[in-house]
């Protein structure tokens, strides 16, 4: 379960695409993840100053060959936090989740094709946690 502080509607087709996600993230479920992003969709960050962009050719390899926070039995910080409708077939999400102990700020564009929501840009900021 996630650990969401808004009210998002559970069955809005883009809150939907937003769970698979986070779901994907937790267990590196790559399949999963297939589902949400569109095969030509981008990976990027600059933070600490270098360019990374990916495609999900490039990116889904990364997910696949790192351990799982669920097979580290970390606790899910995955929210919402904000969905945003650009258009008829486009939308910004905002969202935070961690991984280990990086702490992410995902802007995630989705655009509808072919029927359904699909993630087409992820860009994202991330901070360590601090020790307690």
């Given at each position: 379960m996630?650990?969401?502080v808004d009210t998002v509607d559970p069955v809005d087709p883009i809150d939907s695409v937003l769970?698979?996600?986070f779901d994907g993230l937790y267990h590196s479920d790559t399949e999963?993840?297939?589902g949400v992003f569109h095969q030509r969709a981008?990976?990027?960050s600059a933070t600490g100053?270098?360019?990374i962009a990916l495609a999900m050719d490039d990116y889904l390899p990364i997910v696949d060959a790192r351990p799982s926070p669920a097979s580290r039995d970390e606790p899910r910080r995955d929210r919402v936090?904000?969905?945003e409708r650009v258009g008829?077939?486009?939308a910004v999400a905002r969202v935070e989740c961690s991984i280990g102990p990086k702490r992410f700020d995902d802007v995630l564009t989705l655009i509808q094709v072919d029927g359904r929501w699909q993630i087409i840009a992820k860009v994202f900021h991330y901070e360590l946690a601090?020790?307690?």
């Open positions: 996630s650990d969401r769970q698979a996600y999963r993840l297939r981008i990976y990027a100053g270098a360019l936090v904000s969905i008829p077939v486009t601090e020790e307690a």
